[in-house]
């Protein structure tokens, strides 16, 4: 069976300081890989997605980027925090076909100070 | 982007109630997906549409892909105190052929149960 995980799960930095989040998937192969990021109380917000390697396609421009150096990896990084990149970053995947499912980690929750 | 209409956005319930939650939009999607996300975990699906009119069950769980393919409900029945969190719907537009489309998230439907 499939599983994606994320870490860390909770991360705490100071304005200005770089960021790194990963995201790997399990059990698939060529997935299509997604990054959200989602305010308390409120929906998702799609922020990257990539339909494989070295292929990224941002959704919303900002303070942050991604990489996909391999298959199932899915990275989200930053140079320089900001207080609003304070949230709930999500990571999810999809099977290439006409139907878009997509299956979640359990989130990283990055606050910045 | 676009966002999806969910309402109602909170629902305190007793229970053992039943429990009915929608989505619309004024645009058409071509698939809609229910999610059901506890605190400080990622959503988990729940029930996926793929056809207007298509009406799927999830053991308790209810729900249809409206015949104009600009709404969906999700219905719970007889609710239970495990059933507590936000759900939220999710539409994809169209159908990508193996491409990625992100999916459009409503702000979804926080559920209280009360004993």
């Known amino acids: 069976s499939q599983t994606i995980h994320q870490w860390p799960a909770t991360l705490v930095q100071p304005v200005g300081s770089p960021l790194s989040l990963e995201c790997t998937v399990e059990?698939?192969?060529?997935?299509?890989l997604y990054w959200y990021r989602q305010a308390a109380g409120r929906g998702l917000q799609l922020l990257f997605y990539?339909?494989?390697?070295?292929?990224i396609s941002s959704e919303v421009p900002q303070n942050l980027s991604a990489s996909r150096p391999q298959d199932r990896q899915f990275i989200l990084s930053s140079k320089k925090l900001l207080l609003s990149d304070s949230s709930f970053y999500l990571c999810?995947?999809?099977?290439?076909?006409?139907?878009?499912?997509?299956?979640f980690g359990p989130g990283t929750r990055l606050t910045v100070l | 982007g676009q966002q999806l209409n969910q309402s109602p956005q909170s629902m305190f319930i007793q229970e053992g109630e039943d429990v009915s939650m929608n989505c619309t939009s004024s645009?058409?999607?071509?698939?809609w997906l229910w999610y059901k996300q506890e605190p400080g975990e990622g959503p988990v699906l729940l029930i996926a549409?793929?056809?207007?009119?298509e009406l799927t069950s999830n053991g308790r769980l209810t729900a249809q892909f409206g015949i104009t393919r600009k709404d969906s409900f999700l219905n719970i029945s007889a609710s239970i105190p495990s059933d507590v969190g936000i759900y939220f719907c999710?539409?994809?537009?169209?159908?990508?052929?193996?491409?990625?489309?992100?999916?459009?998230f409503g702000k979804g439907t926080h559920l209280i149960i009360q004993p």
């Open positions: 990539s339909v494989g390697i070295g292929q």
């Open positions: 999710a539409g994809q537009k169209r159908y990508s052929g193996g491409g990625a489309d992100g999916l459009t």
């Open positions: 999810a995947w999809s099977v290439k076909s006409s139907y878009n499912e997509q299956f």
């Open positions: 059990g698939t192969s060529n997935p299509n």
């Open positions: 645009s058409i999607f071509n698939t």
């Open positions: 549409l793929y056809k207007a009119g």
